[in-house]
């Protein structure tokens, strides 16, 4: 069959500039650029590029420019170019139509809407390259409250706390599955949480052996299809995380395709070498909160209650009855992953409208409980949509204790987010397990960059929070007067519980 | 002397960003009058901008100790109504009279009353008398909306409104009262208005809070109080001190030393240089009371049946001194006034951020912790 699909993006390469170096014929996993040796010339094949940008950056004269297709359909609003391409591709292959990352519609961002607040006069700012200013946080369940004793005119502690993880910085790495990934992502990962003090969650795909040594900056992930759960696993990390759903794919489970499963995947993830891994869409043994609760209380019992046990839920319409189930049931840590979250591989139609955003779910999650008086019985860690340290500030003075950012991470790898992870060929070596293109990521330029980013924005928390008046961040944590919304509707400001800027 | 009538050589628009605070106890407990508060505060007459001022007097009713006095502000004659009947419903009302006051250079005064009550027996029920107290103080004060009991303690009372904290003493005619304790306050209010409800100091039970600066954990610190049943309704951020201590003190019975290190806690790079007891406890309450962090400038001075506390931010964002002349402790917001109404002082200093001063009447331990104040 003919495919009537035109390229998406067009290679714009400068002839004057090419020095036929063949750097973009080497960089391109999808082959969209070739050498003809009978002229001596390079070429391109515009309907296999994804617009990476591998061959731009690593073009040494910089001689390619990828731009858009300018040849578009007739301009329609309800028609679009996306609308008209997804039914061609559905129409030519009778599949569902697959995409990576998270959801690329503009509608559901609210923390642009949102605008933190500075002290004038009333109340110094502080300057955090003078003053301290505290970032430490800790995860895990609270007591009501505690019992001391007086002994010998010395205070005594008579509360004994439920598991405490320490993080020296709000941020944490989420959830990305080695399989999805390559070891040396998952490498470089685990190191920057450790050297940086922080926590990097190994998504459902186990963890390899060889990183066991960076445990207490790990959060070990169980989820639908419990690949690489075993009882030295469970217990090497600093917490668990029970997965019961992804923002970019609430209520789906997922496949890592047999190709992708060499012998470390397998030996980690313990499936047979070049088996699909699937996961199912529900925990098969969780139909209920009453079995939730029985599966935390079987990890505790597998980790002798020392580690704090996370729930993560995708943020769906009644996350806050949900929420308050999960303290009830047991959790420590809920992780509540937002509809723009990320993912290797989601059907685009569930990514792009199953889910709600983030910003109005961690509100009201952080409302109920607080109604319930339970909010102290939990840490809440937020994801799915973070993109910068204003969006993390915001997400705290939402509610939140922490946030997860996995996207970013990989940006900050390398990736350009071209949502197509599921190809399993990511030229930048994130995406991918096949052992040549998965070399291009090295784990210590990766690491590094890593540890870049998190310093940066815990500087620019701290800078924010100095602003603010506030030099410690549990200060700022549930602070909504911190916040105020422009161009929201009077529902909207009350789900967030903010004011609207000038009130 | 018009206390109102102090030269300001900036002209009456200068904005001053302050407060004022004063607190004077006798360490043995006698009690003595209004003269030396008021001057003292009246010293710090700059600090204010009229807009509001106050007093809490300890030792005050003591022919009256058993029951709990009722300080009650109404904005109009049915909030009154509406009140008094339900103060019948649930106590038994010993003394209901007006608040005594004089003419002085206040603005609108609401109506004043006050109450010596006891819980009505049957419909306790089992709870103690102080919790009772409390929900029906923050009942009527969100009820209406137009009411307000602003003190509610035993043998003590709060005086407080819309002026000069010297006008203020006119007004209520203090020089009619004593105490042991006397805390003062003069407001220069930023962010909420000037309204007699939201003049300090702010008084739960048997606590009293003054205060001065800008809480910027505001939001952190009500919604955790929430939780706990407090609700916030007087439009000012200092009501979260005074729930704060009633929360920690009276219904965690933590000791007053441990609640200064919940409010304004140490550093963690302080933290964990300490030895690992110490440093485990540290932690533990700050996991536990993370959301009690008072954050931002503040001095606040505490008073409860006995006991005078003086503390500031942990940066130290606000001013304190403290001074002791015989068995009188001072604490204000300047030096000065302590000079004024105690010339030539035993000792006098500044206590370090985050760190307390606590004075106790009749307790050995009261120097121990002057002279660790000191030593920090």
Known sequence: MKSYLEPEYVVDRDDDRCTRCKACVDQCTYEAHYYNPEDGRVYSRDEKCVNCHRCVVFCPTQAITIRRNSSAYAANYNWTQEAIRDVKKQAETGGVVITGMGCDKPHYTYWDRLL?????????????????????????????????????????LKTELPPQVCVETPILFSAVSYGATSFNVHEALARAAAEYGTLFNTG?????????????????????????????????????????????????????????????????????????????????????????????YALKEATDYTKPVSVKIAAVHNSAAIASGMVRAG???????????????????????????????LASVDQRLRDEGIRNKVSIIAGGGIRSSADAVKAIALGADAVYIATAALVAMGCTVCQRCYTGKCPWGIATTDP?????????????????????????????????????????????????????TDTELRVLGVKMAGE | MSWTKTNNRYNEDKIFEACSLFGMMNLKGERFSSKDPVRAIANMHDRGNGLGGGFAIYG??????????????????????????????????????E??????????????????????????????????????????????????????GKDMGVFKGVGFPEDIAQYFCLEEYRGYMWICHGRFPTNTPGWWGGAHPFNILDWTVVHNGEISSYGTNRRCLEMYGYRCTMQTDTEVLAYAFDLLIRRHSLPIEVVTQVLAPPFWTEVDEEPPRRRHLLTALRQTYSSLLMNGPFTIIVAHRGEMIGLTDRIKLRPLSAGVKGNFLYLSSEEAPIHLVAPNPDRTWRPCGGKPVVGRVEDQRVKELLVSGMSR
């Not at chain 1, 924005?457 to 008046?469: T, V």
């Open chain 1, 436 to 488: 040549e293109i998965s070399k291009r990521l090295d784990p210590d330029v990766a690491a590094k960059r890593l540890m870049n980013l998190l310093q940066a924005w815990s500087w620019e928390i701290k800078e924010m929070m100095g602003g603010m008046g506030i030099n410690a961040i549990e200060s700022l944590r549930g602070n909504r007067l911190h916040l105020r919304g422009v161009g929201l």
């Open chain 2, 99 to 152: 608040i005594p006051t004089e003419e002085a250079n206040v603005r609108n005064p609401p109506i004043l009353r006050r109450y010596f009550v006891e819980p009505r027996k049957r419909r306790l029920e089992g709870q103690h008398p102080d919790d009772y107290i409390r929900e029906n103080v923050m009942r009527i004060n969100t009820q209406t909306g137009k009411a307000f009991v602003f003190s509610s």
């Open chain 1, 116 to 156: 933190l607040n500075a002290s004038q006069v009333t109340n110094p700012s502080i300057d955090p390259l003078r003053e301290p200013m505290e970032l430490r946080t800790f995860l895990g369940a609270k007591p009501d409250r505690l019992e001391l004793d007086v002994e010998d005119e010395d205070v005594v």
């Open chain 1, 331 to 361: 959790a420590d840590i809920i992780a509540l992953d937002g509809v723009r979250g990320g993912t290797g591989a989601a059907p685009k139609v569930c990514r792009d409208n199953v889910g709600i955003p983030i910003e109005l779910a």
């Open chain 2, 60 to 97: 005050l009713y003591p022919d009256y100790k058993e029951y709990y006095a009722l300080h009650v502000m109404y904005m109009d004659a049915d909030a009154k109504r509406r009140t008094e009947s339900l103060l019948k419903e649930n106590f038994d009302i010993h003394v209901d009279e």
């Open chain 1, 204 to 296: 459902e795909g186990g963890l390899d052996w060889r990183l066991y040594k960076h445990g207490d900056h790990i959060i070990v992930q169980v989820a639908s299809g419990r690949f690489g759960v075993h009882p030295d696993y469970l217990n090497i990390g600093a917490a668990i995380e029970i997965k019961i759903g992804q923002g970019a794919k609430p209520g789906i489970g997922g496949h890592l395709p047999g190709e992708k499963v060499g012998p470390e995947i397998s030996r980690t993830r313990m499936i047979p070498v070049g088996t699909d891994a699937f996961s199912p869409a529900p925990q098969h043994d969780i139909y209920s909160i009453e079995d939730l609760r029985q599966l935390i």
